[in-house]
C-alpha cells in the first residue's frame, strides 16, 4: 500500500505565497507521475501542475508563469511552490503520484493525497 500525506495549505490574502508538499510512503517502487489537482465547492477537479520522474512538467494555463511544481525523487516528495495567488486559486488542493508498488509482486498503483484547503482572501 502506498500513502500520501500532503501539507501546507492555509489562509493567505491576494498576492500571497504557499508552498504544499507531499510525502509518498510505502511498498514503492518507482514513482512515475507526481501532481496536483484542486477542486473548488461546485466545481471538478482540475490538474494544476504535474511532473515526471526525469522533469517533464505540466501547468494548468492559469498557473503557468506563478505556480511552480518540483520533486525530490530520493525523498519521493512533491512541492508546488505557489506565487502571486488569486482568489480564483481557492480551492482544496489534492497530490496525486503514480507508479510501481511492490507485495508479492510488483503492480501500478495511483493513490491520492487526503487533501489540504487553500484560501486566498481579496
Known amino acids: 500500500q502506498v500513502q500520501l500525506v500532503e501539507s501546507g495549505g492555509g489562509l493567505v490574502q491576494a498576492g500571497g505565497s504557499l508552498r504544499l508538499s507531499c510525502t509518498a510512503s510505502?511498498?514503492?517502487?518507482?514513482?512515475?507521475?507526481m501532481g496536483w489537482y484542486r477542486q473548488a465547492p461546485g466545481k471538478q477537479r482540475e490538474l494544476v501542475a504535474a511532473?515526471?520522474?526525469?522533469?517533464?512538467?505540466n501547468y494548468a494555463e492559469s498557473v503557468k508563469g506563478r505556480f511552480t511544481v518540483s520533486r525530490d525523487n530520493a525523498k519521493n516528495t512533491v512541492y508546488l511552490q505557489m506565487n502571486s495567488l488569486e482568489p480564483e486559486d481557492t480551492a482544496v488542493y489534492y497530490c496525486?503520484?503514480?507508479?510501481?508498488?511492490?507485495?508479492?509482486?510488483?503492480?501500478?498503483?495511483?493513490?491520492w493525497g487526503q487533501g489540504t484547503q487553500v484560501t486566498v482572501s481579496s
Open positions: 496525486n503520484a503514480n507508479g510501481l508498488t511492490y507485495s508479492d509482486y510488483v503492480r501500478e498503483f495511483d493513490f
Open positions: 510505502g511498498n514503492i517502487f518507482s514513482i512515475n507521475t
Open positions: 511532473i515526471t520522474r526525469g522533469g517533464s512538467t
